[in-house]
């Protein structure tokens, strides 16, 4: 094998993050806390060399065969053609052990590394996980000679042809910079415990010669299955052209009050008070597009998948329908249990081409308090959004924010983030009152692609759907949260009664 060439680790999203996997025949040091995935993503690495017909070795001093065995199991794997080579023998049988077997309290140094060598010399792997160096650095009893056995080994193994990863524990937090020196590559394993919620495990390239990679803290989980990488960033994309081609609502009093409606690739803000009918208008574009063959994502902090369906049902929006036939997919997320990259990673994978090749045309993300909330911990939400608005418009995705207001009515009305700027378009929402009525109303404050209309319609939800009324005039406070309809009432809706455009 050539050492320009690259071998997976077995994980998809880390060989995205280097850019084509790790360098071939060379030595890599992954260095993390006890619990964090260390030897998880050392048994993932295998099998992807299994699943090529290539030969394994699992050298372990930290843990017996059995218990690799037991997580193995635990993830649903089997251990078959994988070679476990035991450095531990608690019962001193050395001459009835399946493997090669030291104490690692008794034994020299310099015979373990023997035993290693000996083992690859007779079995010529290809690929070598060593688990692990925190027992090696025992053994050793001084930093110098450890230093000298473990550049002895990357040679060895290096010149066997053998891509190896070097398992270590960073017990102490302390980084190890002379082996860090040694490896071609280091992948770190970290672990945080949040205020609520699980653990935060992070995984972080700290270098690999001759590579680009992507830097930064990416997301891990660490469930049955394996290791699930959620990248920082994706690569970059050329952006798609722009045509031009503007989504429409399916009301044309909407379309009128946008300019002609929204420019495919763009983002629109819908924001304004709990209650309003924010989140239905955004539905109202999902429904539009599906009833054109296309694919809409709705990403959902706050409702259940039965509240949904049944304020669909009520406002007449075949939700259902569309969901059966695959042109809309809900995913509802739990507050605390995820994080920014897994949720970038979702939206990305709903980008994605489905089985019948459509890929999504309008995500809305349903809301952004619920998305803030969510995830209290972080500090960059307005960054992260960026990016994924930034992915979404260069592949001619549609975007919805639904942004509900802190308060009711007045100045004391309030968003939790400031994302007007991030937004190409920005609907409002105001409730007004008229005849002792609290009624509804919207205006397009922004549209950065189109002329839009500057009026303010009367907004309605009904059994039949979503109806706007014509420009309303007689208003008063609009700007202060509080408008004020001083013309006259013939020309509002009648209550119930609204007529279908």
């Not at 053609?81 to 020299?108: C, K, N, W």
Request: proline content about 3%; charged content about 25%; hydrophobic content about 35%.
């Amino acid at each position: 094998m050539s050492v320009d060439m690259r071998v997976s680790t077995g994980i998809e999203a880390l060989d995205a993050i280097l850019h084509g996997g790790l360098s071939a025949e060379r030595l890599y040091l992954v260095e993390g806390e006890p619990g964090t995935g260390k030897t998880t993503l050392g048994l993932q690495f295998l099998f992807a060399g299994r699943d090529r017909g290539e030969k394994g070795v699992y050298v372990t001093l930290a843990e017996t065969a059995d218990e690799l065995q037991e997580i193995a199991k635990s993830h649903g794997w089997s251990l078959d053609g994988i070679h476990i080579h035991e450095l531990l023998d608690p019962l001193d049988d050395i001459g009835r052990a399946q493997y090669t077997m030291f104490e690692p309290s008794e034994v020299e140094f310099g015979s373990t590394i023997s035993g290693v060598q000996k083992l690859v010399e007779s079995f010529n792997p290809d690929r070598v996980v060593f688990d692990s160096l925190s027992e090696m650095r025992l053994l050793s009893q001084g930093a110098l000679r450890y230093r000298r056995q473990i550049l002895a080994l990357k040679r060895f193994f290096v010149g066997r042809g053998c891509t190896t990863i070097l398992l270590d524990d960073r017990g102490t937090g302390a980084d190890d910079q002379q082996l860090q020196s040694l490896a071609h590559g280091v992948i770190r394993l970290e672990q945080r415990l949040t205020d609520y919620g699980n653990e935060r495990r992070y995984l972080r390239i700290i270098k690999h010669r001759g590579s680009d990679f992507i830097g930064g803290a990416h997301d891990i989980s660490l469930g049955r299955g394996g290791i699930e990488i959620f990248p920082r960033t994706a690569a970059d994309t050329e952006p798609e052209p722009v045509k031009g081609e503007l989504l429409g609502s399916g009301l044309g009093s909407l379309d009128d009050l946008l300019g002609g409606g929204i420019l495919r690739g763009t983002s629109t803000l819908l924001i304004g008070p709990a209650g309003v009918g924010k989140s239905s208008m955004g539905i109202q574009f999902a429904v539009e597009a599906a009833s054109r063959g296309e694919r809409a994502v709705l990403f959902e902090f706050e409702e259940s998948e039965k509240v949904l369906l049944k304020r669909s049902d009520g406002l007449g929006f075949p939700l259902r329908e569309y969901m059966e036939q695959g042109l809309i997919s809900v995913c509802h997320l739990r507050a605390g249990e995820i994080t920014p990259n897994e949720f970038a990673l979702k939206i990305r994978n709903a980008v994605n081409v489905d089985g019948e090749g459509r890929s999504a045309s309008v995500v809305l993300i349903d809301s952004l308090n619920g998305y803030v909330s969510s995830m209290p911990h972080e500090r960059y939400l307005t960054v992260q959004l960026h990016d994924i608005l930034t992915y979404l418009g260069n592949h001619g995705v549609s975007t919805f924010l639904v942004v509900a207001q802190h308060g009711m009515l007045g100045n004391t009305m309030g968003t939790p983030v400031d994302t007007s700027y991030l937004a190409d378009t920005v609907i409002l929402f105001r409730y007004f009152e008229a005849g002792g009525k609290i009624r509804r109303a919207l205006s397009v404050v922004k549209n950065r692609t189109e002329n839009h209309e500057r009026s303010i319609r009367e907004y309605d939800l009904t059994s039949e759907g979503l109806h706007i009324g014509e420009p309303l005039v007689n208003f008063r406070g609009v700007l202060a949260g509080t408008p004020e309809f001083v013309g006259d009432n013939a020309a509002l809706f009648t209550r119930n009664e609204s007529k279908a455009e």
